[in-house]
């Protein structure tokens, strides 16, 4: 089955600056690589998804790539703000199958 | 409109009891699917349903767990036997159909003593 790793587990960024987060995936048949951000206590919130037939896809300061030969995708975040502090995680399908996630990142966002 | 609502929010139950956790998916929604959450992890796949049937169930991690959708539209999820290992965070999600964008519910928190 589908394995998702995660990196980093914690990442602390200054307001302003950048943010990279980055899953490989095990399945060469997964097509769908979503991406959520969990506040504490909140239910995770679609912030931006990508299909295997584009390499890249941006949604103002939030952007994702995806790399099918190396099985790697990443999220961008540019120009950071306070409220980008949460917990983000990727996840892998090939659509008919269910969501496998990574162990998701703790971003901290430093005024 | 309404998104994913799941209830009770919170559940504290004794070892060895049963419980009964819900969800109301997204109007029109024919994939819906539970999912498992425990402290600093990923939600993790229990089971998903296309309709009324389950597609598939291969997450639940033992017999003690069972779910149904008999209409098509909420589901429940059952615990039998409740064990201390049970408590986590109870996630609900749902789909247009499969392979869509999935939504999730606030999920159900569940505490075994």
């Known amino acids: 089955g589908e394995n998702v790793e995660q990196h980093p587990s914690t990442l602390s960024v200054q307001e302003g600056d950048s943010a990279v987060i980055k899953c490989t995936y095990s399945?060469?048949?997964?097509?769908?690589f979503p991406w959520y951000k969990q506040e504490l206590g909140k239910r995770p919130q679609l912030i931006i998804d990508?299909?295997?037939?584009?390499g890249e896809k941006k949604d103002q300061r939030i952007a994702v790539t995806l790399n099918k030969t190396a099985k790697h995708f990443s999220l961008h975040i540019t120009e950071t703000q306070p409220e980008d502090s949460a917990v983000y995680f990727c996840a892998a399908t090939r659509g008919n199958t269910p969501l496998v996630f990574g162990k998701g990142t703790r971003l901290s966002v430093i005024a | 409109g309404a998104g994913v609502s799941q209830t009770p929010s919170n559940k504290v139950t004794e070892k060895g009891k049963y419980v009964e956790l819900r969800c109301d998916p997204i109007s029109g929604h024919t994939a819906l699917y539970w999912y498992r959450q425990s402290l600093g992890q990923g939600p993790e796949f229990l089971i998903y349903?296309?309709?009324?049937?389950?597609?598939?169930d291969s997450g639940l991690p033992n017999d003690r767990f069972f779910a149904v959708r008999p209409e098509g539209s909420v589901s429940t999820l059952k615990i039998q036997r409740t064990e201390r290992g049970d408590s986590a965070v109870y996630l609900c999600?749902?789909?247009?159909?499969?392979?869509?964008?999935?939504?999730f519910g606030p999920g159900t928190r569940l505490t075994v003593l």
């Open positions: 349903f296309q309709g009324t049937g389950a597609a598939d």
């Open positions: 999600a749902s789909s247009l159909t499969l392979g869509d964008t999935q939504y």
């Open positions: 990508i299909r295997s037939n584009v």
């Open positions: 399945d060469s048949a997964s097509n769908y």
